[in-house]
């Protein structure tokens, strides 16, 4: 039987104290913040599952950071109950409890924050929505199938020249992706990009503003593919992955994690029994490729081989 969704968990008045959810205080926040850490729904219940992840929290907050939980991302952490599970709860309070905000982010309100910083018209507003997802078409993926099911007219308001709406269109697309969210798609994914698509447009001082944490290794090649597009769009470069063992090197380097069992911790915890796949480049390497690894070889590079670096 296929998994139901809803937008907002049955408990979530169990976590409701420790989320930013009035959607004034997110905008505001998504604009001022120096780093958006977005989590995807994998990422939660892997780092949920780590005895210690004050060297996560120390990073987050050493960068002035805030961490963002969209909405399709919330409606994923439900179990067949449409309960959260116990350990997201924790690892919320946990982020919270360190003084770290986390934003409750509906898609549609990547809106909110082009009407902060311009004064469009809502024609003028919806062409930056129309850029992004004729960019996630090209992936052929979850939101390529769900504009092509949303009939004719709409998918010329959302991806054609010849129509324009005066009202805008982001509450009616994201509501309907939502809507036709199934699972083991890569919905939530491919929403973070498209709103990083649409978000990379208002100016900021900071490079990478936007990262995501995922494991998803299908999707990382679509992100790298949107980065690359973006940086031509915007001549900036604004958005970034880590996954696992990336952000873990960067811990490293900045001196958060210092012992093997530290890290054995994480990778443990994370991947449990399975090799890990890396793209790396080591010594001597003129690309980075992808290789895999035990977690204790991963480790002892992390933690010893000073030519070794990770990119995802």
Known sequence: MEKTFVETPYNFDEIEKYVVLDKKKVTDMIL??????????CAIR????????????????????VVIITRTVLLEM????????????DFIKK?????????????????KCLRKVYSYSEEELNIFLKYALRTARKWK??????????????IQKLCGNKISSRTELFSAFFQMARAGRKSEDNMAEELFMVCIAILSNI????????IIISEDRKFIRKLVMMSENLEKHTGAKRCSLLTTPALCQLLIKEGLINTIMELQN???????DRNIKVCCSEEYDLKPKEK?????KLADKLLYDANFTIYY
Request: glycine fraction near 4%.
């Open 32 to 41: 001022v913040a120096d780093v958006c850490f977005i989590y995807d729904t």
């Open 46 to 65: 892997n780092h949920a599952k780590i005895y210690n992840i004050n060297p996560f929290l120390s990073y987050i907050k050493s960068k002035k950071g």
């Open 78 to 89: 439900c179990s067949k109950d449409h309960k959260m599970w116990r350990e997201h709860i």
């Open 95 to 111: 982020l919270y409890d360190e003084g770290i905000r986390v934003l409750i982010f509906n898609e549609e309100d990547s809106l």
């Open 141 to 154: 993926g979850t939101v390529d199938e769900i504009i092509a099911n949303s009939g004719e007219n709409m």
């Open 203 to 210: 100016p900021d001082r900071n490079e990478y503003k936007y």
């Open 266 to 272: 994480i990778l443990d915890c994370t991947y449990q």
């Open 292 to 296: 895999d690894f035990d977690k204790e």
